[in-house]
């Protein structure tokens, strides 16, 4: 028998719809016509008119040219390579949403380049949390850039953001992907240490998180479980008694106070309820194993949770 670690959803931003760019604006032709061209869905057309309107002399130093400059490439990202975590166009929206910051009228335009840039940034953070649950190995330094990407454009978008709550959700499916990789080769105490060490970051940054308690409960309890499966009838009995008792010390002194805690911190979830009656189950609590089923019983009656999803 196994637990299951709890899947955490992700905080995703919403990709944000910007608003269409056809403000006019006095004394600049060649923007405006980029902004005509981009409304109509014609990016090649469009695009050539911004960078024309970049680079022209009368029209650079605007902010409104550079916002829509980023407005075009931000569009022909948004049709064709949402998902493209190298895409350039990107990239250079960015760079032109932030050039239009530095004008000296920047200040008439603030809250549009500003929305666009929170666009750009639930992006890299949606990427972010997407490449992390592709890592096969270590090596998970494409996933943090893309987060510090995130984070990097999300200053300037929103300054007074919070980012812990961001922290801790890419941290948690950082650990998902570790403890799935450790589920297919359970030999691997690299993985499962991985594993360990996000939601261990997790609690130091919030000692309020029950999820971060439960999955370390989850991940030393399914450790114990892989020592348990390797009993047989042709193991020296010496051994086996050994190893039972590892197994059980780790239940009794590393899983069962990690979900202690988050079900101090949650007491009516329903699967650290069921968590923490299976570990004293394991470690033939009857008394406590009784009182837990009575408190799922009481969940069930009260429809907190699932008849279905947490048996007894």
Known sequence: MGYTMKMIGYIAMCLLSLIPAVLLAQGMP?????????KQKMYVDALAKADEAAGSKEERNDAYTWYVNGFVHKEIYKEREVGVRQSQHRVNAEASFMQA???????????????ALKYLASTYYNDALQCSQTITSKNEKEARILFDDFKRVMIVAEPTTDFKIYEKEFTKSIGQRYFSLWQMDTKNIELRELAASQYESIVLMDTSDSDAY?????????????????LGPDMDMFDSITLQEEAS?????????????AYELAPEKGEIVRGIMMMHRALDHEKDVEYFKKEIERLINEGKIKSDQHKP
């Open 249 to 261: 010390k780790l239940i009794r002194t590393k899983s069962l106070p990690y979900m202690e805690r």
């Open 214 to 230: 439960y999955n370390l409960a989850v991940i030393y309890y399914n450790q114990a479980v892989f020592m348990y499966r390797k």
């Open 30 to 38: 060649i923007t405006n016509e980029a902004a005509r061209l981009c």
């Open 101 to 115: 910051l530095k004008q000296s009228n920047a200040a008439k335009y603030d809250s549009m380049i500003k929305f």
